[in-house]
């Protein structure tokens, strides 16, 4: 009876293993395809007359027409191209002979020539959901392309502090996938093996993973790295507007608003596009470019990343009413 009661529960977990079986093939299958796309970075800097070696990853992407390898700015800064060695999964060896980067979204790309490797297929961010399973490949403590395996824990994390370099624009998913040291500019995957997101920090006491990470959504990378490829920078959107950072849903519902998200305007500068747009002290912008606005860090971003001198849509709430208003941003200098 013992025997012939514990045959049946092992095929009872066979039976449900197969499902689970089924899941960590999908995972080996997108590793090995993308592998080959993802680059092993080693940028030799000095700062304070004193040198040394960080190990970060990339990516193989198509930016217009032409195959770059992006990553973080904070991976790379600091080295010349002939310092920054990057590394194939089959152990080829190259160096940039082109680096062009952004501080205040922590984005960079490099060009190499004679480097014939397939770019990964790209994922659309805003399609992204909380919980999805997502695969990370990088080189954590400078162990190449490793490969950690989770699910999308957050999307819209801003105001976060990572360590001593600001990063402006933020609009970062959150991931408990195994990021640690090394990681950064790797890609996120989700199980169709596109690339959803650039693997940028971590939150941790320790110095290593403690199931809290921080990526770049590819849809943002994207439009700073074909600005950065088009005219060498960022040609960030610039309103004109200071905005109040301790509004919140909270006041909106006070003052008798239905609105989910909001950013409270508390000065207008003279001159400015938000002056042309007619915008006013006290305004509420609830919708910038046809997308609701959450909080003034989301505004930022999105103004930020906004193509300049196209006429932008906007939706504000004044002294009780709801109006809309277009403007057209210039290029912050």
Not at 183 to 193: D, E, T
């Amino acid at each position: 009876m013992i025997d012939a009661q514990r045959e049946r529960l092992f095929n009872e977990l066979a039976e449900e293993f197969s499902m689970f079986d089924r899941l960590g093939n999908l995972v080996r299958r997108v590793s090995t395809l993308v592998k080959p796309s993802v680059i092993h970075i080693e940028a030799h800097k000095t700062e304070k007359n004193e040198s040394y070696d960080e190990a970060g990853a990339g990516v193989v992407l198509r930016i217009g027409s032409d195959t770059w390898v992006m990553t973080n700015r904070h991976v790379i800064v600091g080295a010349s191209p002939s310092e920054i060695l990057l590394r194939t999964s089959d152990g080829k060896e190259f160096h940039p002979t082109r680096v062009l980067a952004d501080s205040s979204t922590d984005v960079a790309v490099m060009k190499v020539s004679h480097m014939s490797l397939p770019p990964a297929r790209m994922g659309h961010s805003d399609e992204a959901e909380i919980g999805d399973f997502v695969i990370a490949i990088g080189s954590p403590f400078g162990l190449s392309h490793s490969v950690t395996f989770g699910i999308l824990s957050a999307k819209g994390r801003r105001d976060l502090s990572l360590g001593e370099q600001r990063i402006e624009m933020q609009d970062f998913f959150q991931t408990d996938a195994a990021i640690n040291p090394g990681n950064s500019g790797g890609p996120l995957l989700n199980l169709r093996g596109e690339v959803i997101a650039i693997n940028t920090a971590i939150a941790s006491s320790s110095g290593g993973s403690e199931g809290i990470g921080f990526a770049i959504p590819i849809n943002m990378a994207m439009e700073v790295a074909g600005q950065l490829v088009e005219h060498g920078k960022l040609q960030r959107g610039y309103l004109g507007v200071t905005l109040d950072p301790v509004f919140s849903v909270a006041d909106l519902a006070a003052a008798g608003y239905a609105a989910k998200g909001g950013a409270l305007v508390k000065n207008v500068r003279p001159g400015s596009p938000a002056e042309l747009a007619h915008l006013q002290r006290g305004d509420i912008i609830v919708e910038f470019n046809s997308k609701p606005v959450d909080n003034d860090d989301h505004l930022v971003a999105q103004v930020g990343l906004t193509p300049i001198g196209k006429e932008i849509p906007m939706i504000i709430y004044r002294e009780g009413k709801r109006y809309g208003t277009k403007v057209i941003l210039t290029d912050m200098q």
